[in-house]
């Protein structure tokens, strides 16, 4: 075997097992959040959470991974099981989809001062992001505005 074939299965392999542990790094820090969460949640799912700043940059980064979850008419979001959770009450908040970036879906929550918090709940497929679960999480604030 030729000294490239050898290289690139090594890196595919590699590649591999970083993408494996990633994930089971997010499914270990999701599940230590929700453990931390001590009132019953109406509706909860993993979603990252982009700045206004990080949100225009081109590149489209997140500040961080964490659990996305309501109760009453609260928002919540919770970066860490000891962050101290943003929290965004509806009834004075709005919510919004934001246009797609590079097939994800978006959500924003804009605040009674007019600052921008936008979330992403994409979850990483083998051909394909899949970002769904952003437009549940939307129709389910949407819902709890309306009562």
């Known amino acids: 075997m030729s000294p490239f074939a050898t290289g690139a299965i090594i890196g595919g392999v590699v590649g591999l097992v970083t993408i494996v542990i990633t994930y089971f790094n997010k499914e270990q820090k999701f599940n230590k959040i929700l453990r931390s969460i001590k009132e019953p949640m109406e509706y909860v799912a993993a979603y990252h959470y982009a700045s206004f700043k990080r949100y225009k940059n081109s590149f489209k980064f997140f500040d961080s991974m964490g659990a996305l979850y309501i109760i009453g ?58 970002s769904s679960e952003t437009l549940k999480g939307l129709a389910v604030i949407k819902t709890k505005m309306a009562i």
Request: with cysteine.
């Open 73 to 130: 008419k609260i928002v919540y979001y919770k970066s860490s099981e000891t962050a101290v959770p943003l929290d965004f009450n509806m009834e004075v908040c709005s919510v919004q989809q934001e246009p797609d970036w590079r097939m994800l879906k978006w959500l924003s929550i804009t605040t009674p001062a007019g600052e921008k918090f936008y979330f992403n709940s994409h979850k990483m497929g083998l051909f394909k992001n899949d």
